[in-house]
């Protein structure tokens, strides 16, 4: 289809060029009433003395003449051919669609959110060739005070011990079952390694042929031995529970707002915390990375039990805040996933809307159009699933954000058919349909499509600019998404050029047949009332009678830019002030248990924070520097308020191998492994020090719980890294009442680590690598990404404009609006709490191909309106196209009002964003604009059409304006290229 419509452009072309006969006669279609000449202004062109154009005026004359023929020739095409169209159309897009086949999904994080090629990027690498991934996280939170007793806060009793206590033995000992097998946390047996925990030393006070002491367990029950006997035997747990460390510090990490008296002994708390570890068995499938085993033992034991221990206490003495690994992905997953039906409630209320003001009726009657309205959601449904294809066969990727698009198309796409269908209206004014022929409709199908055409192309073209511009983003997710939002804005434009207009010319031939709406083989009975024309509508009434008077009366212009330059002054004042933020935690559903337990760990654990690895390489330079790293600690103290934030180090947040083996082979239990060592206290040479090394921190050696701290060579001879655990203190702020960890001194505190590491000459070549680092980077380039990506979008439209609209001060005016727009949003976010993050950031960019649509049409309309009255033309550019601009707007908002009643955090975030980008586009398109034109706008275009005369109390307009040369010119080519075989074929 796309061929034959470029040959039909091709030699619309042509033929104007070559013919230079009168066409005035073969505009008289048979029995149609001859017309009469309209009644204009003073202003028309025709009565103006003749001007010379200048040479930027030439240039816009050639490019509107040049856009209006090449749609008035696909215009006459495709109501010449309605039905080929939609056949032609429907085979392309699902021919497109078959590339979803190829629907490249991912959700991992850092593939979607992390900018590609960064130092982050290269230490994780690193850091993940010497360490591979060995863990999955579960975390408990108990906690006192249920019942709000004076005493319960105090979660440290020998009964509130036992419960807990039998909890544990619950999660070490129940089976999981997958795939017929079943799994235990802890082995059948010591040193059977059959279960799924991540296999350390440590786990136990006192070491004994017990499975659990040989998994990774953070927990106070360890002076226990995670046996419920001894705890039940024992007649002063306080007594054993301050054997759990030496000083205050090294009870924080697992007591929450722990007590101790003048000796500094335990005597109270309000939490404990036990940390679970599972193996991690870990693949990649489908761009998500899955880990089934572990995954159905998370969710059939650990969760659950934790859940039935919460559901037991309700009420009670204790409180139960957890966390898995599996939880995020569960609950953030199942919030997209669950909101997607408000995708559905979207497009149905859009139907409805769009069914009830695309027609002149609201009733399934006489003008009205239902079936036009289920056509235009198909068409958007149609681009859709084609551009999603199409961008699969690309291999774009589709993230979880990408859910987010149909909203965007359908709120470009519904604008489109109302111009549309606005510019069909408008060509039928002061004609009766009974009066039409095939051959009238046709010639008004395309006259329609030349007038609806340029207004649709500066919209689509300035979207489709927008987002391809920001394709270019260092955030995969970003990049990918403006990819794909570029994709289906071409399949809109297309397809509404296409399939909506010939569903529009069938649709106007059912009314001309006076058939029903929807049921089309049915007749209704012939209405009495006399048809003269197309009527103005309720809102085009508005525009001309009420809204244009009181904006460009001398009083309502004076308003209006008093008023947008109090707003542009708030916006700038906000855009100076909005944050970027981690807004991680927003992503939580605000009823999920994860918020209750990081509530619970910022009120219990504030100075527990993300974990730091210091990764040391070269066996030989960390043996020349051994005693500097057996004494690292030494270097880390005193740096916890300030910049890189890292916690004091003690036992249970500090682990470093060097030092632990320093400490060993100062005792005689050296001897037990072999080691001689010289004075310094440290084996003689290399060689005997990596032996030495390797006997120490194997599995079911004396420094087992460091076995995973050191990266060995295949053969065991050669020490290629090793780690030094180290952990930040918590991050966190309070922004406007809620709790978010704090980028800023995120960021500083990694670029400070980064520095001081950089700092250490004397030791073996070093590293810093926190899981958190990658995110870090993002918020380190998001704020930079978000105004280059806007500036340059915003400049491109700009140029976009001027091309299309082929005015350098209407582009300028058009330009200068949206960026007003975008400010004075960014303004609004920070007024409603929203900060710069993944999420807003993408919105922004939308924000820029939104906002544009309701400028764009007004402006060019401003272009084609014909007189030296600005005031008039800015009025007759609200009457004819303001009306279908607000309906664009109000279907666009109230598809996304929905979203306001989501849990998601992407899609509530959309839903505000689209709101003020809706309200602040259309105040500024239909209010700023107007007004601004009226003050400076340019002449219209040599092609323009007069202003109509539109008496008092008047809602059509009775006579319709002589038939331009430009149009003439349009149907005598109609008539030679086409053909009266089209016109049998379509009456047929």
């Not at 559903?589 to 994860?594: A, G, K, L, N, Q």
């Not at 390489?617 to 500097?628: F, H, L, M, Q, V």
């Not at 952990?727 to 009442?737: H, I, N, P, Q």
Request: one cysteine or more; charged letters at 20%; glycine letters at 8%.
């Amino acid at each position: 289809m796309s061929g034959a419509l470029l040959s039909a452009s091709a030699r619309s072309a042509s033929f104007l060029m070559s013919k230079t006969k009168s066409t005035t006669s073969v505009n008289e279609a048979p029995n149609q009433p001859e017309e009469e000449e309209v009644e204009t202004t003073p202003m028309a062109p025709a009565q103006d003395p003749p001007t010379k154009a200048t040479r930027c005026e030439s240039i816009g004359n050639r490019v509107d003449s040049t856009i209006s023929n090449f749609f008035y020739a696909i215009g006459t095409f495709v109501s010449s051919r309605p039905k080929l169209t939609i056949i032609v159309a429907l085979t392309i897009s699902i021919l497109c669609a078959g590339g979803m086949a190829k629907l490249n999904t991912e959700n991992r994080p850092e593939e979607l959110w992390v900018p590609q090629n960064t130092v982050a990027e290269e230490e994780g690498n690193a850091f993940l060739s010497f360490f591979p991934p060995t863990s999955r996280f579960q975390s408990v939170i108990v906690s006192g005070g249920a019942d709000g007793g004076a005493d319960d806060t105090n979660v440290l009793t020998k009964d509130n011990l036992i419960k807990i206590m039998e909890m544990h033995q619950s999660i070490q000992t129940t089976n999981s079952t997958y795939e017929g097998q079943n799994y235990t946390f802890a082995s059948s047996s010591f040193g059977a390694q059959d279960g799924l925990c991540t296999v350390a030393g440590g786990s136990c006070s006192n070491f004994e042929m017990n499975p659990i002491c040989l998994c990774l367990v953070i927990s106070p029950l360890k002076v226990w031995n995670y046996d419920l006997d001894k705890l039940q035997s024992d007649d002063d747990v306080m007594a054993t529970l301050n054997t759990y460390g030496k000083e205050p510090k090294d009870f924080e990490s697992v007591f929450g707002a722990p007590k101790f008296d003048e000796n500094g002994a335990l005597i109270s708390a309000e939490a404990i915390s036990l940390s679970y570890f599972l193996k991690d068995q870990s693949s990649l499938e489908g761009g998500s990375t899955v880990d089934p085993i572990n995954e159905e033992w998370e969710e059939s034991v650990f969760l659950a039990t934790v859940e039935s221990a919460q559901v037991e206490n309700e009420g009670g003495r204790l409180n139960f805040a957890y966390l898995s690994s599996r939880s995020f992905s569960d609950e953030f997953g199942g919030a997209i996933t669950g909101d997607l039906v408000f995708v559905q409630v979207s497009y149905v209320i859009a139907f409805f809307f769009v069914g009830a003001t695309l027609g002149s009726k609201l009733s399934c009657g006489k003008g009205s159009r239902w079936a036009m309205s289920l056509a235009a959601i198909f068409l958007v449904a149609l681009s859709t699933v084609a551009g999603f294809g199409v961008a699969s066969l690309f291999g774009l990727l589709y993230g979880p954000v990408h859910s987010v698009l149909p909203f965007v198309l359908l709120g470009i796409g519904v604008d489109d058919c109302f111009v549309i269908a606005n510019a069909f209206d408008r060509e039928r004014e002061g004609v009766a349909r009974a009066s039409e022929d095939d051959t009238s409709l046709i010639k008004r199908g395309a006259r329609a499509l030349s007038r609806a055409g340029a207004s649709i192309t500066v919209t689509s073209l300035t979207d489709l600019v927008a987002f391809a511009i920001s394709s270019s983003s260092a955030l995969p997710a970003l990049a990918s998404f403006c990819a794909f939002a570029s994709i289906n804005i071409l399949f809109l434009w297309m397809l509404a050029a296409t399939f909506f207009v010939a569903c529009m010319f069938i649709d106007e031939k059912r009314q001309r047949d006076n058939r029903r709406d929807c049921l089309c083989c049915f007749t209704r009975k012939v209405d009495e009332v006399e048809d003269t024309g197309s009527k103005e509508g309720f809102l085009s009434r508005y525009f001309r009678r009420y809204h244009a008077p009181a904006i460009l009366s001398r009083p309502g212009k004076m308003f209006t830019l008093i008023f947008f330059s109090v707003l542009f002054g708030l916006g700038v004042y906000g855009t100076i002030k909005l944050p970027v933020e981690d807004s991680a935690r927003n992503f939580i559903p605000v009823d999920s248990y994860i918020k209750d337990f990081s509530e619970a760990a910022d009120e219990y654990f504030p100075s527990s924070g993300e974990a730091l690895y210091i990764t040391f390489t070269n066996g030989e330079e960390i043996y020349k520097s051994r005693e500097g790293l057996a004494t690292l600690d030494t270097r880390l103290r005193g740096l916890s308020e300030e910049p890189p934030y890292i916690a004091e180090p003690n036992d249970y947040n500090y682990q470093n191998v060097m030092a632990g083996l320093k400490d060993y082979l100062a005792t005689d239990d050296a001897a037990a492994i072999g080691v001689v060592t010289g004075e310094d206290g440290w084996p003689t040479n290399y060689e005997d020090f990596v032996a030495t090394l390797r006997s120490y921190a194997q599995f079911m050696g004396p420094g087992a719980k460091y076995a995973q701290d050191i990266a060995l060579s295949s053969d065991g001879s050669d020490l290629e890294a090793l780690r030094v655990k180290a952990e930040y203190v918590r991050l966190t702020k309070t922004y406007r009442g809620e709790v978010l960890d704090d980028a800023s001194r995120q960021i500083d505190a990694m670029d400070a680590t980064r520095s001081m590491i950089s700092s250490w000459t004397d030791l073996a070549p070093a590293f810093p690598y926190s899981a958190t680092f990658i995110a870090i980077e993002g918020f380190k380039i998001i704020n930079t990404e978000l105004y280059r990506n806007v500036g340059l979008a915003i400049a491109a439209v700009g140029i976009i404009v001027l091309i299309t609209v082929a005015n350098i001060v209407t582009a300028l005016l058009i330009t200068v609006n949206v960026a007003f727009c975008i400010i004075e949003i960014l303004g609004a976010m920070f007024a409603l709490g929203l900060v710069i993050d993944s999420v807003s950031v993408i919105n922004i960019v939308l924000a820029v191909g939104l906002s544009i649509d309701y400028s764009a049409h007004i402006g060019h309309c401003f272009m084609v309106k014909g007189g030296t009255d600005n005031d008039a033309r800015a009025t007759e550019s609200l009457a004819d196209i303001g009306a279908s601009v607000l309906n664009g707007a109000m279907s666009t908002f109230l598809a996304v009002a929905v979203l306001l009643f989501s849990k998601s955090y992407v899609f509530r975030t959309l839903a505000i964003q689209f709101a003020l980008t809706v309200s602040l586009g259309v105040l500024h398109g239909l209010i700023l604009l107007p007004v601004l034109l009226a003050l400076f706008g340019p002449k219209p275009f040599a092609s323009a059409e007069p202003i109509k005369e539109v008496s008092e109390g008047e809602d059509h307009v009775v006579k319709k304006e002589s038939i331009s040369p430009m149009n003439t010119a349009h149907e005598t080519q109609h008539e030679v290229e086409v053909g009266e075989d089209a016109f049998e074929e379509n009456t047929a």
